[in-house]
C-alpha cells in the first residue's frame, strides 16, 4: 500500500465509530446508515488528495457524509427533512467529543466486561447480531416493551458507566 | 437514562411516529443537549455494534466442520425436508422411561473474554475491508461474469489509484482472512487476495473468510470447499462440502445464491448458515429469508427455520450443535461442535443432534456408562424438559463434571433400524 493509502486508512479507521454513528444520526437505519458510511469512504478516498492534513479529518468526513446523506433524502422523497440548523446541531455535538473516541471505546469495553452473561447476551442479540426486537421478545419469552425497556436501561447505565470510567482517568 | 437519551434512542431506532420525529428534528435545531444526547445514543450503538460484532465474527471464524458420516455405500438420488416448524412443534413431554438428567439452578457470571484484542482483530479486519473495497473501486482490472475462468494467479490488489474507476466495486470477493486456505490458482492465499469466478477455496485446519464489496460476508469453518461460480449480476457460489455462515447484504440486482449438492437457496439480504456432505444439505435461517429448493421441494425459509435435504432415508446423524438452553437458538459460531470442542457450562447450553427427517429415537451413551434414550426431537444429548415445567427452558443445560467427556450416539427410525453412530467428544469447563 502506498503512503497517502496508509495514511487514509488510519485517519479513517480512527474516526470510523463516529462516521458511522453520525451517518446513524442522520438516516436513522443502521441498514442506511452502513450504505451512506460505505458511500463516504469511497468519496474520502476519491477526494483525499485535495484534503489539507493542517486541518482535522472528521469534520471533513462528516461534511462529506451530511452532502451524500442530503442526496439520499432527496432519493427516499422524504417528506420531513432534517433543516440545515438541526443538521449543524448534530455536527456540533459531534464535533464537542471528538478526540475521544479511543477513551469511550476502552470504557465500554470495560463497562461491558463487567455486565451480567444475560444482560451481555442481549446487548450481544441486538447490537452484535442486529436481530429486531420482536424477535428477542420471542426468544425470551418478554413483551417487546420489556426487552426495550431493558435495552434501554442497559444503554443508561452504560452511559453512565462510561462517564465514571472517564472521569476516574482524569479525561475532559 | 434520562429522558433526553431516551428519546434520542427512540429517535434513533425509527420507533417515533412522523410527527413527532419531525419535532424532534426542530428541537435538535434549538436545544444544543438533545443534539448531545443523540451524538452519545448514536456513538454508542455504533460501539456496541464495533465490538459485539467483532465477537460474533470471532465465533463466526471458530466455527467448525462437522464430520461427515463415513458408512459403506452410495448415496442415492432424491431428497427429504424437515418442515420449517418441526422443531417448536415437536417439543413435549417427556415420555416414561425417557432419560434426562434434572435440570441445574442457573448460574450466570460475567464473561472475561478480553475486549481489546477483538476490538484490534475488529479494526485489522476492517482496514482489510475497507482496503480492499478502496483498492477496487480505484479500479483493480477484473472481468466480471457468469462464465468460471480457467485457473490463473490470483489478483492481489493494486495499491496504486488508476483514473479508471471501472468495474464497480460490487464486482469483487475479497479473502479477508485467509488461513491456511488453498484455491485451484494458487497454493496459498493471502488476504487481500481477489477471487475470480472458477476460483475454487479450500480451507484446511483454520477458517477463512470472505468479502464481496457490498459487504456480504462468507465465513468457511475449517474442511469446506468453496467455489466463486459468479459475480455479476450478483454472487454466485457453490458450497461442495463443509460448513460456511453467510451474512448477505441487501441484493439489488439479482439474488444472493448458493448451490450445494442436493440443494440451491436464494437470497436478497440474511443472516444464515449451510451445510453440505455426502448425504445431506441443509440450511438455518438466522434473519430474513431464503429460498430453500432441493430435488422435491421448494419452501420459503423464514428466520429460525432450517431446510434439509437428504440422499436416502437412512436415520443419520448430520452433526451437533451448541444452543442457547434457554431459547433454544443456537450460539453464533456453534453450528457444529468439533470433537475435542471446550463447551463452558455456565452459559447455560445444550447439545443438539441435527439428524436426518427418518430418526425418530436416539441412544446416548455417556462416557461408556449412561445409557439413555431420547425420544423428542429435536435430539438434545441430555434431554429437553417437561413443558409443563414452570421454567421455560428449551433443553436441559449441560451439567458434566469438568474435565474431558464422550458422548456416543446411535440413531433408530420407526422401524427399530439404527442409523451410523457418531462420537462427540467434548471438554467441560
Known amino acids: ?172 | 437514562m434520562n429522558a433526553l437519551a431516551e428519546r434520542a434512542a427512540r429517535f434513533l431506532e425509527g420507533a417515533m411516529p412522523a410527527e413527532e420525529a419531525a419535532a424532534f428534528e426542530q428541537e435538535l435545531a434549538t436545544n444544543p443537549a438533545l443534539a448531545q444526547a443523540l451524538a452519545r445514543q448514536a456513538r454508542l450503538e455504533a460501539r456496541l455494534r464495533r465490538i459485539l460484532g467483532a465477537e460474533r465474527e470471532q465465533n463466526l471464524a471458530a466455527d467448525a466442520t462437522p464430520h461427515t458420516v463415513t458408512v459403506p455405500g452410495i448415496p442415492m438420488p432424491g431428497a427429504a425436508m424437515r418442515p420449517s416448524g418441526e422443531r417448536s412443534q415437536t417439543k413435549g413431554p417427556r415420555r416414561p422411561g425417557q432419560s434426562g438428567r434434572r435440570r441445574s439452578a442457573r448460574r450466570s457470571r460475567p464473561r472475561t473474554t478480553a475486549m481489546l484484542p477483538l476490538g484490534l482483530a475488529a479494526l485489522f479486519l476492517a482496514a482489510l475491508a475497507l482496503g480492499a473495497l478502496v483498492l477496487n473501486h480505484a479500479g483493480t482490472p477484473r472481468p466480471s461474469g457468469n462464465e468460471p475462468a480457467a485457473p490463473r494467479q490470483l489478483a492481489t490488489p493494486d495499491p496504486a489509484p488508476s483514473t479508471n474507476p471501472e468495474p464497480s466495486p460490487a464486482h469483487s470477493f475479497i479473502v479477508i482472512k485467509a488461513g491456511d486456505a488453498t484455491t485451484n490458482a494458487a497454493a496459498a492465499l493471502t488476504a487481500g487476495a481477489a477471487l475470480q469466478p472458477g476460483d475454487t477455496l479450500v480451507t484446511g485446519q483454520q477458517p477463512s473468510v470472505c468479502q464481496s464489496a457490498d459487504g456480504s460476508t462468507v465465513t468457511l469453518a475449517p474442511g469446506t470447499t468453496l467455489t466463486l461460480s459468479a459475480l455479476h449480476p450478483a454472487t454466485a457460489l457453490k458450497l461442495e462440502r463443509g460448513l460456511a455462515s453467510y451474512v448477505v447484504s441487501p441484493q439489488k440486482a439479482a439474488p444472493f445464491t448458493v448451490a450445494m449438492p442436493l440443494a440451491d437457496i436464494s437470497v436478497i439480504g440474511t443472516r444464515f448458515v449451510l451445510e453440505a456432505g455426502p448425504y445431506h444439505s441443509w440450511a438455518r435461517v438466522e434473519e430474513g429469508r431464503v429460498r430453500f429448493a432441493s430435488n422435491t421441494e421448494t419452501r420459503v425459509l423464514g428466520a429460525g427455520d432450517e431446510g434439509l435435504a437428504t440422499a436416502d432415508a437412512q436415520p443419520r446423524i448430520f452433526g451437533f450443535s451448541l444452543v442457547d438452553a434457554i431459547s433454544g437458538t443456537p450460539l453464533p459460531g456453534r453450528h457444529a461442535l468439533r470433537d475435542g470442542d471446550s463447551i463452558d457450562q455456565t452459559q447455560q447450553v445444550a447439545i443438539v443432534a441435527r439428524t436426518s427427517p427418518s430418526v425418530s429415537a436416539m441412544r446416548v451413551s455417556l462416557d461408556q456408562q449412561d445409557d439413555s434414550w431420547e425420544r423428542n426431537p429435536p435430539f438434545a444429548l441430555l434431554g429437553n424438559p417437561a413443558t409443563t415445567q414452570a421454567d421455560t427452558a428449551s433443553f436441559y443445560p449441560v451439567k458434566l463434571s469438568p474435565g474431558s467427556h464422550r458422548f456416543v450416539v446411535t440413531p433408530y427410525d420407526n422401524d427399530g433400524a439404527a442409523g451410523p453412530e457418531r462420537t462427540l467428544r467434548v471438554t467441560i469447563q
Open chain 1, 1 to 172: 500500500m502506498d503512503k497517502d493509502h496508509d495514511e487514509y486508512l488510519r485517519q479513517l479507521l480512527r474516526i470510523r465509530d463516529d462516521l458511522q454513528a453520525y451517518c446513524l444520526s442522520l438516516v436513522r437505519s443502521w441498514a442506511d446508515a452502513d450504505e451512506l458510511f460505505q458511500r463516504t469512504a469511497v468519496v474520502l478516498w476519491e477526494r483525499f488528495g485535495d484534503f489539507d492534513p493542517e486541518r482535522a479529518f472528521a469534520p471533513w468526513a462528516r461534511g462529506i457524509a451530511r452532502n451524500l446523506a442530503l442526496k439520499h433524502f432527496r432519493e427516499r422523497r422524504r417528506l420531513v427533512q432534517m433543516d440545515q440548523s438541526a443538521l449543524d446541531a448534530i455536527d456540533c455535538a459531534f464535533e464537542a467529543d471528538d478526540d475521544q473516541g479511543a477513551d469511550e471505546l476502552a470504557a465500554l469495553e470495560a463497562c461491558l466486561s463487567q455486565l451480567p452473561a444475560p444482560s451481555r447476551r442481549l446487548l450481544a442479540w441486538r447490537y452484535g447480531e442486529s436481530r429486531p426486537i420482536g424477535r428477542i421478545a420471542q426468544a425470551l419469552n418478554r413483551s417487546v416493551a420489556a426487552v426495550t425497556k431493558q435495552l434501554s436501561r442497559l444503554r443508561g447505565a452504560l452511559q453512565e458507566c462510561i462517564v465514571q470510567r472517564l472521569r476516574a482517568d482524569g479525561a475532559p
